[in-house]
Protein backbone atom coordinates (compact mmCIF):
# COMPACT_ATOMS: atom_id res chain seq x y z
CA UNK A 1 0.00 0.00 0.00
CA UNK A 2 1.32 3.39 -0.74
CA UNK A 3 1.67 5.98 2.09
CA UNK A 4 0.51 9.66 1.01
CA UNK A 5 3.59 11.92 2.59
CA UNK A 6 2.39 14.06 5.38
CA UNK A 7 3.06 17.15 3.89
CA UNK A 8 2.51 20.22 6.35
CA UNK A 9 1.05 23.03 3.93
CA UNK A 10 0.38 26.30 5.19
CA UNK A 11 -2.89 28.11 3.99
CA UNK A 12 -3.18 31.74 4.58
CA UNK A 13 -6.57 32.82 6.34
CA UNK A 14 -9.44 34.49 3.87
CA UNK A 15 -9.07 38.22 4.46
CA UNK A 16 -12.34 39.34 4.96
CA UNK A 17 -11.73 43.13 5.77
CA UNK A 18 -14.07 44.83 3.04
CA UNK A 19 -12.54 48.57 4.24
CA UNK A 20 -11.98 50.16 0.99
CA UNK A 21 -13.52 47.64 -1.39
CA UNK A 22 -15.54 49.14 -4.19
CA UNK A 23 -18.55 46.07 -4.96
CA UNK A 24 -20.80 46.01 -7.04
CA UNK A 25 -23.82 43.96 -7.30
CA UNK A 26 -26.01 42.69 -10.33
CA UNK A 27 -29.23 41.03 -9.27
CA UNK A 28 -31.89 39.68 -11.60
CA UNK A 29 -35.57 40.96 -10.94
CA UNK A 30 -36.79 37.07 -12.26
CA UNK A 31 -38.22 35.04 -9.59
CA UNK A 32 -37.69 38.39 -7.30
CA UNK A 33 -39.23 36.78 -3.95
CA UNK A 34 -36.00 34.96 -3.64
CA UNK A 35 -33.60 37.65 -5.58
CA UNK A 36 -34.36 39.85 -3.47
CA UNK A 37 -33.96 38.72 0.17
CA UNK A 38 -30.55 37.25 -1.81
CA UNK A 39 -29.91 41.24 -2.45
CA UNK A 40 -30.59 41.83 1.19
CA UNK A 41 -28.59 39.21 2.33
CA UNK A 42 -25.71 39.87 0.46
CA UNK A 43 -25.54 43.72 1.29
CA UNK A 44 -26.12 42.87 4.80
CA UNK A 45 -22.91 40.63 4.88
CA UNK A 46 -20.92 43.07 2.85
CA UNK A 47 -21.52 46.52 5.20
CA UNK A 48 -20.67 43.53 8.14
CA UNK A 49 -17.58 42.91 6.78
CA UNK A 50 -16.70 46.65 6.43
CA UNK A 51 -17.68 47.44 3.07
CA UNK A 52 -18.78 51.22 3.07
CA UNK A 53 -22.70 51.45 1.88
CA UNK A 54 -21.45 54.00 -0.34
CA UNK A 55 -19.09 51.98 -1.78
CA UNK A 56 -21.93 48.89 -2.85
CA UNK A 57 -24.12 50.24 -5.95
CA UNK A 58 -26.54 47.72 -7.13
CA UNK A 59 -27.83 47.39 -10.55
CA UNK A 60 -30.95 45.09 -11.65
CA UNK A 61 -31.79 43.25 -15.01
CA UNK A 62 -34.57 41.46 -15.96
CA UNK A 63 -33.43 37.78 -15.84
CA UNK A 64 -30.78 35.57 -15.08
CA UNK A 65 -29.37 35.32 -18.55
CA UNK A 66 -28.62 38.91 -18.59
CA UNK A 67 -26.42 39.38 -15.82
CA UNK A 68 -23.29 39.07 -17.75
CA UNK A 69 -23.90 41.88 -19.98
CA UNK A 70 -24.36 44.36 -17.22
CA UNK A 71 -21.70 43.18 -15.16
CA UNK A 72 -19.88 43.46 -18.52
CA UNK A 73 -21.04 46.98 -18.63
CA UNK A 74 -20.47 48.31 -14.87
CA UNK A 75 -16.85 46.85 -14.63
CA UNK A 76 -16.46 49.09 -18.41
CA UNK A 77 -18.23 52.32 -16.27
CA UNK A 78 -16.48 52.35 -13.02
CA UNK A 79 -13.68 50.77 -10.41
CA UNK A 80 -15.05 47.91 -8.83
CA UNK A 81 -12.65 44.99 -6.57
CA UNK A 82 -15.31 42.46 -6.92
CA UNK A 83 -18.86 41.73 -8.44
CA UNK A 84 -21.37 39.77 -7.17
CA UNK A 85 -24.62 38.68 -9.83
CA UNK A 86 -27.48 37.65 -7.94
CA UNK A 87 -29.95 35.60 -9.73
CA UNK A 88 -33.00 32.38 -9.15
CA UNK A 89 -33.30 29.80 -11.95
CA UNK A 90 -36.04 27.51 -10.89
CA UNK A 91 -36.42 24.02 -13.29
CA UNK A 92 -39.72 24.11 -15.67
CA UNK A 93 -41.61 21.67 -17.95
CA UNK A 94 -38.75 22.39 -20.38
CA UNK A 95 -35.24 22.58 -20.61
CA UNK A 96 -34.92 26.40 -20.91
CA UNK A 97 -33.16 26.41 -16.77
CA UNK A 98 -30.45 24.34 -18.28
CA UNK A 99 -29.87 26.63 -21.44
CA UNK A 100 -30.18 29.50 -19.03
CA UNK A 101 -28.20 28.48 -16.26
CA UNK A 102 -25.64 27.49 -18.58
CA UNK A 103 -25.60 30.40 -20.40
CA UNK A 104 -25.10 32.66 -17.68
CA UNK A 105 -22.77 30.39 -15.35
CA UNK A 106 -20.11 31.01 -18.91
CA UNK A 107 -20.65 34.30 -19.61
CA UNK A 108 -20.23 35.08 -15.69
CA UNK A 109 -16.94 33.17 -16.20
CA UNK A 110 -15.41 34.34 -19.40
CA UNK A 111 -15.77 37.62 -17.94
CA UNK A 112 -14.01 37.02 -14.89
CA UNK A 113 -11.02 35.59 -16.40
CA UNK A 114 -11.01 38.21 -19.39
CA UNK A 115 -11.59 41.11 -16.71
CA UNK A 116 -9.26 39.50 -13.73
CA UNK A 117 -12.01 40.91 -11.71
CA UNK A 118 -13.50 38.44 -9.54
CA UNK A 119 -16.92 37.99 -10.45
CA UNK A 120 -19.25 35.76 -8.29
CA UNK A 121 -21.78 33.28 -9.14
CA UNK A 122 -24.54 33.97 -6.62
CA UNK A 123 -27.53 32.05 -8.85
CA UNK A 124 -29.65 29.17 -7.57
CA UNK A 125 -30.14 27.11 -9.72
CA UNK A 126 -33.89 25.02 -8.11
CA UNK A 127 -35.83 22.35 -8.95
CA UNK A 128 -38.69 24.36 -6.83
CA UNK A 129 -40.08 27.28 -4.73
CA UNK A 130 -39.53 25.71 -1.38
CA UNK A 131 -35.76 24.64 -2.45
CA UNK A 132 -34.89 28.11 -3.67
CA UNK A 133 -35.93 29.66 -0.26
CA UNK A 134 -33.87 27.33 1.27
CA UNK A 135 -30.61 28.36 -0.53
CA UNK A 136 -31.46 32.41 -0.18
CA UNK A 137 -28.62 32.19 2.49
CA UNK A 138 -26.12 31.31 0.30
CA UNK A 139 -25.84 35.34 -0.84
CA UNK A 140 -24.05 35.32 2.41
CA UNK A 141 -21.38 33.19 1.63
CA UNK A 142 -21.04 34.82 -1.95
CA UNK A 143 -20.75 38.36 -0.10
CA UNK A 144 -17.92 36.94 1.94
CA UNK A 145 -16.04 35.09 -1.51
CA UNK A 146 -16.32 38.04 -2.97
CA UNK A 147 -14.37 39.95 0.06
CA UNK A 148 -12.43 37.14 -0.05
CA UNK A 149 -11.35 36.90 -3.87
CA UNK A 150 -10.53 40.66 -4.00
CA UNK A 151 -8.36 40.53 -1.16
CA UNK A 152 -6.64 37.60 -2.86
CA UNK A 153 -6.08 39.07 -6.09
CA UNK A 154 -4.95 42.40 -4.27
CA UNK A 155 -2.16 40.60 -1.86
CA UNK A 156 -1.04 39.20 -5.15
CA UNK A 157 -0.63 41.96 -7.04
CA UNK A 158 0.69 44.07 -3.83
CA UNK A 159 3.78 40.93 -4.35
CA UNK A 160 4.33 40.67 -7.66
Not at 46 to 63: D, F, K, M, W
Request: hydrophobic share 45%; net charge negative.
Amino acid sequence: MMTTPNLSIHLPEPNLDGRDLHIGIVVARYNWAITGAMLERATAELIRLGVAPEHIQARSVPGAFELATLAHGMLASAHYDALLCIGCIMKGATRHDVVVSDAAAQGIQRLALESGIPIIFGVICAESQQQAEERIERATECARAAVEMARSLQQLHTHN
